[in-house]
Nanobody
Framework: QVHLVESGGGSVQAGGSLRLSCVAS????????MAWFRQAPGKEREGVAA???????YYAEVVKGRFTIARDNAKNTLSLQMDNLEPEDTAVYYC?????????????????WGQGTQVTISS
């Protein structure tokens, strides 16, 4: 498994921006896909964006055009730039990783998870 640590959460007003980061350590020599998920109170965890080792990306419709996922394989880092934030984006955001090149927004596709970082958007 890969050990993941997120950072960058916080509180902003609607229309603002935040950038989340995730640092991976452990078995990072293999090619693995990474993703961001989020979970709002009382709701199921949902996939936000995914990226494979070669930089191919996949976004949930609700964030397409507003969020940008990126990774730096040399530094084993993952980021999520979130622009034009909405109150509905309020949630705990999680970084996830799993070996392989597939892109998925299903939580069951990932075996390694970070502890989460809170994002709160006020109207």
């Amino acid at each position: 498994q890969v050990h993941l640590v997120e950072s960058g959460g916080g509180s902003v007003q609607a229309g603002g921006s935040l950038r989340l980061s995730c640092v991976a350590s452990g078995y990072t020599n293999s090619k693995y896909s990474m993703a961001w998920f989020r979970q709002a109170p009382g709701k199921e965890r949902e996939g936000v964006a995914a990226i494979n080792y070669f930089g191919t990306t996949y976004y949930a419709e609700v964030v397409k055009g507003r969020f940008t996922i990126a990774r730096d394989n040399a530094k084993n880092t993952l980021s999520l730039q979130m622009d034009n934030l909405e109150p509905e984006d309020t949630a705990v955001y999680y970084c996830a990783a799993d070996e392989g090149l597939r892109l998925s927004l299903l939580a069951t596709a990932y075996g390694s998870w970070g502890q989460g970082t809170q994002v709160t958007i006020s109207s």
